[in-house]
C-alpha cells in the first residue's frame, strides 16, 4: 500500500511541476529575462515539492514506515523546507533587482525625451548621465543652493526675477546680492562691471540665473550668456541656470541654453529644465537636473537625494513623455495663442492707456508693465485695482526693490478673458489717478 501510494504521490508531484514550467515558459516566451524565469521556475517548484512533503508527512500517520524509513521522510520534508527558503529569498533578491533595473530603464526612456527635445528644437545635445530627476524645479534651486554654498555665502541674482529665488537664499541662511538689471526707460540690460564686481567677492559661490528671464520676458543673446558664463568661471563661481520657461517663446524666437555656448558654461553650469511650464502640469512633480560636469553632479546627486526630492511618481514619467514626443504641434498652437494675446494687450495699452508701458517681450506668458507714471508703489496700485475691479495682478516689488514701480501680468488665458481683465485693468488704472 505504502509503495502505491508513494508512487501515485510521486506521478503527481510531477504532472504538477511539468505544468508549472509549460506555464511558466508560457508566460514569458516575450521576454530575454532567462536569469528571472529559472529563479521563478525553481521557487515554484520548491513550493510543490514542500506541499508534497506535507502531504507525505500526513500519510505517515496512517501508515507504518520503519525507522530507516522515517528517517528519509523526514529528511525530505527538512529539505524541502530549506530549498524552499533558499529559493524564495533568491527569487526576492533577483525580483527587487529586476524592479530596480526597470525603474532606472523607465528613467532611461524619460530622459531620451528631453535629450531628443533638446537636441531638436534647442540644438542642444545633453548626453542622458549627466541628468537627475527631481520633483521640480523649485525643490532643486534649494537643495543645489544646500549643497553647493555654505551658510552666511553670497548667491548672486540679477533682479528684478523671479520672487522665490529670494525664498530659496534667504530660507537657506545665504545672503542674497543683487546685480540689478538696470532699465533704460525701454528695455533692460547686464551692467557687467557690477556683476563682475559682485562675482569676484570671496563670498559669492552661487549665481542663480534665469534663462529667459521672469518677468522681463527676455532672451539673452549668445554673447551675453558667454560673457556671464567667462565672468563666473574667471571668479569660480557656480551657475544655476533656471530654463523652466524655455519653450514658451514668441513663434520663430528661440532661447539658448547657458551649458550650449561654450566648454567653460557647460563645465560650470547646473541647468534646471522641466515640461511642466510650457505643458501646465506643475501638479506632475516632475523635472531635470542637467550637470556635464561629473564632480558637480555628484555633489547635486547627494543633495537631491539627501533631501528626498529625486524620486519619480509614475503619473510624472509617463506626463513627461507624453509631453516632448507627442505635444509639440500643441505647443506651437499655445505659443501662437499667447502670442495674439500678447499682441492685443500690447496694442490695447497703447490706445488706452498713455501712462503705463509695456516692456518688449520674447518669451514667457507675463508682461512686465512699467507704471511709475501712475504711481511708484506698485503694491498700493495692484491692492487698489483689485479692490476696486476684481482683477489680480503681480506688485512688482514682489520681484525686487527696482521692480517696485512695475506690475506683472499673466496673459495666458482664453482671449475673451483676456479682453475682460484689460478692461479692468484701464478702470483701474482711471480710478486711481482721478481718486
Known amino acids: 500500500m505504502s509503495s502505491e501510494i508513494m508512487s501515485l504521490e510521486m506521478d503527481v508531484f510531477c504532472l504538477l511541476l511539468l505544468i508549472r514550467i509549460l506555464y511558466q515558459m508560457y508566460i514569458n516566451r516575450e521576454q530575454n529575462d532567462h536569469w528571472n524565469y529559472f529563479y521563478h521556475t525553481i521557487a515554484w517548484a ?130 542674497v546680492l543683487s546685480s540689478d538689471l538696470v532699465f533704460d526707460g525701454k528695455e533692460y540690460h547686464i551692467d557687467f562691471e557690477d556683476l563682475e564686481r559682485k562675482l569676484a567677492l570671496s563670498q559669492t559661490t552661487l549665481m542663480i540665473f534665469c534663462n529667459p528671464h521672469n518677468p522681463i520676458g527676455k532672451i539673452w543673446d549668445k554673447e551675453t550668456l558667454q560673457k556671464i558664463g567667462d565672468l563666473c568661471a574667471k571668479h569660480h563661481v557656480t551657475v544655476l541656470s533656471d530654463e523652466i520657461h524655455c519653450d514658451i517663446t514668441n513663434p520663430q524666437k528661440e532661447y539658448i541654453p547657458f551649458a550650449s555656448v561654450s566648454k567653460t558654461n557647460l563645465e560650470n553650469t547646473i541647468m534646471c529644465i522641466a515640461p511642466t511650464k510650457a505643458f501646465n502640469m506643475a501638479g506632475m512633480q516632475t523635472a531635470c537636473i542637467v550637470v556635464a560636469n561629473e564632480v558637480l553632479r555628484h555633489k547635486v546627486n547627494r543633495g537631491i537625494n539627501t533631501d528626498e526630492v529625486a524620486e519619480p511618481n509614475s503619473f510624472a514619467i509617463c506626463a513627461t513623455k507624453a509631453a516632448f514626443n507627442q505635444s509639440e504641434d500643441w505647443l506651437n498652437e499655445l505659443n501662437q495663442y499667447i502670442q495674439n494675446n500678447k499682441d492685443y494687450a500690447i496694442s490695447f495699452i497703447q490706445k488706452e492707456m498713455n501712462d503705463v508701458y509695456i516692456v518688449p517681450t520674447e518669451a514667457t506668458y507675463l508682461l512686465w508693465i512699467d507704471c511709475h507714471k501712475v504711481c511708484m508703489d506698485s503694491v498700493e496700485l495692484t491692492s487698489f485695482i483689485r479692490e476696486q475691479t476684481g482683477l489680480y495682478v503681480s506688485d512688482g516689488l514682489e520681484y525686487g526693490e527696482n521692480g517696485k514701480a512695475f506690475i506683472r501680468m499673466n496673459v495666458a488665458c482664453p482671449f475673451e478673458r483676456l479682453k475682460d481683465g484689460l478692461n479692468r485693468f484701464k478702470e483701474g488704472i482711471y480710478l486711481y489717478q482721478n481718486k
Not at 514506515?65 to 533578491?93: D, P, R
Not at 537627475?132 to 528684478?160: C, D, H, Q, W, Y
Open 46 to 175: 520548491c513550493v510543490y515539492l514542500f506541499m508534497d512533503a506535507i502531504w507525505i508527512m500526513n500519510v505517515k500517520r496512517f501508515l507504518t514506515f520503519s525507522k530507516i524509513q522515517s528517517g528519509i521522510f523526514n529528511s525530505f520534508y527538512f529539505c524541502s523546507l530549506a530549498m524552499l527558503v533558499c529559493s524564495w529569498y533568491v527569487y526576492a533578491q533577483k525580483t527587487l533587482h529586476s524592479a530596480v533595473l526597470k525603474d532606472k530603464k523607465i528613467l532611461v526612456l524619460t530622459f531620451e525625451a528631453y535629450q531628443n527635445w533638446w537636441e531638436r528644437r534647442h540644438h542642444f545635445y545633453m548626453e542622458k548621465e549627466w541628468m537627475m530627476f527631481v520633483t521640480g524645479v523649485v525643490p532643486a534651486i534649494s537643495s543645489v543652493v544646500r549643497k553647493v554654498t555654505t551658510v552666511g555665502e553670497n548667491v548672486l541674482i540679477m533682479s528684478p526675477v523671479y520672487n522665490i529665488f529670494y525664498n530659496s537664499i534667504l530660507n537657506n541662511g545665504r545672503h
